[in-house]
């Protein structure tokens, strides 16, 4: 099945740097590639997402990059705010048996900035 | 609010016990996901659901474990003869579009 490794599994970085996580995916076939933020006792929120048919997609603050080839993508964002800080998810979408779909994550990504 | 909610928002239960927790998706998104999320990890997909066919069951924990969703709205999630290793946050998702899954709070379950 799909695995997704997610590094580094903390950052910490100055309020108005960038921040960057990593993440790289084992099957081929994966094709959808959502970034969650989760802050404490919610639920996941989507803040950006990416086909396979696309290198690079922006909004705002906030980047993420595709390397098909390497199986690794990543989340840019710039310009940190406190308002940031909170755990990080990339995901790969997985097909498994009856054309049904479903997310694999990587552990996680704790963001903090630093004021 | 027109996301998606979750009820309860937590459950304490004792072991053997059975618990059920329910999903409302966002109005017209025909597919619904459950997922496990244990502390310090990412949530893990358990099955899913598109309008009231059940079309994967095999990332189910186990047999204890059952999902329904009758009419194609809203979802239940049953876990029966709980252990304290079922101790975790149970989130939902739905979508309409094959890819973008919004998620609801979760239920967080505590098993004593």
């Known amino acids: 099945g799909e695995n997704v490794e997610q590094h580094p599994s903390t950052l910490s970085v100055q309020e108005g740097d960038s921040a960057v996580i990593k993440c790289t995916y084992s099957?081929?076939?994966?094709?959808?590639f959502p970034w969650y933020k989760q802050e404490l006792g919610k639920g996941p929120q989507l803040i950006i997402d990416i086909r396979s048919n696309v290198g690079e997609k922006k909004d705002q603050r906030i980047a993420v990059t595709l390397n098909k080839t390497a199986k690794h993508f990543s989340l840019h964002i710039t310009e940190t705010q406190p308002e940031d800080s909170a755990v990080y998810f990339c995901a790969a979408k997985i097909r498994v048996g009856g054309g049904a779909d479903g997310l694999t994550f990587g552990k996680g990504t704790h963001l903090i900035i630093q004021p | 609010d027109t996301g998606v909610s979750q009820n309860p928002r937590h459950k304490i239960t004792k072991r053997g016990q059975n618990v059920t927790f329910r999903c409302d998706p966002i109005?017209?998104?025909?597919?619904l996901y459950w997922y496990r999320q244990t502390l310090g990890q990412g949530p893990e997909f358990l099955t899913y659901f598109q309008n009231e066919a059940q079309l994967e069951k095999s990332r189910l924990l186990s047999d204890r474990f059952s999902a329904e969703r009758p009419k194609g709205s809203f979802s239940t999630l049953e876990i029966q003869r709980t252990e304290q290793g079922d101790s975790a946050m149970y989130l939902c998702?739905?979508?309409?579009?094959?890819?973008?899954?919004?998620f609801g709070p979760g239920t967080r379950l505590t098993v004593l």
């Open positions: 109005s017209e998104h025909n597919r």
């Open positions: 998702a739905s979508s309409l579009l094959a890819d973008t899954q919004y």
């Open positions: 099957d081929s076939a994966s094709n959808y």
